[in-house]
């Protein structure tokens, strides 16, 4: 009887401990995401630049990861975005980025601010970043173009491209002929493409990801890195 009491003492105090360690990650992450929107982002003057642009100079300047969906093209032309920040915080300038560019949105995931367009997001673009892919890894001095490119190219995801009848267009974006440090360690399973795609911003030296649709008639599917 006493062996009894004692083990439904220790369950109940093993279920005290999960739930308090899941309570503080989940407390510790929402302290994390706040200090992150509270950068102090520099005053920052934009003149004729589109909103992945403008994006660049958090991810290049400041070091912050950012995952970025445009809008198809054609139904989502490119609009110039000018304005003249004073020096503010991260939340306050993306939400004046938006004030600009109003068909998107913004939210910060994981530690990585993602962007995708209000509405008239192209279906394929969103099938892709919900595709989920078994595996993908590389390790030391990788060329960051070719691991763009290896994404590309999995199974699950040339597979949806061949059905959609479109091609792959890995653009050589400044610093994508750069190679990874040869310490190098990235091996992920079981995961969206979306998700992959900030594992490597979170976990190497890239710090942002942009996919989009390309081409007169749509025919490519665009994925660059920066």
Do not use: C
């Not at 220790?10 to 739930?19: D, L, Q, S």
């Not at 630049?49 to 969906?69: F, H, K, P, T, W």
Request: aromatic residues 10%; glycine residues 8%; negative net charge.
């Amino acid at each position: 009887m006493r062996l009894k009491h004692s083990a439904l003492v220790m369950i109940y105090t093993i279920g005290i401990v999960i739930v308090l360690s899941v309570t503080f990650v989940s407390q510790a992450s929402a302290f994390n995401e706040l200090n992150l929107l509270g950068i102090e982002i520099r005053a920052t003057a934009i003149k004729g630049e589109s909103i992945d642009q403008v994006l660049d100079v958090l991810a290049e300047e400041y070091g912050i990861r950012v995952g970025i969906e445009l809008g198809d093209e054609k139904l989502t032309p490119r609009r110039e975005i000018n304005f003249d920040l004073p020096e503010t915080n991260l939340k306050d300038f993306l939400d004046s980025v938006i004030a600009k560019e109003p068909r998107y949105t913004w939210k910060l995931e994981g530690g990585v601010i993602h962007l995708w367009p209000v509405r008239e997001r192209d279906p394929l673009l969103t099938t892709l970043l919900d595709t989920k892919i078994s595996h993908f890894a590389f390790i030391g001095e990788v060329n960051r173009y070719a691991v763009y490119y290896d994404i590309m190219d999995l199974p699950e995801v040339r597979s949806k491209l061949i059905i959609a009848g479109v091609e792959p267009l890995t653009f050589r974006g400044p610093g994508a002929a750069a190679n990874f440090g040869k310490d190098t360690f990235f091996d992920e399973s079981n995961l969206t493409l979306r998700e992959l795609l900030d594992k490597i911003i979170l976990k190497t030296e890239i710090k942002q990801w942009v996919i989009s649709r390309w081409g007169k008639n749509s025919e490519y599917i665009s994925l660059k890195g920066g």
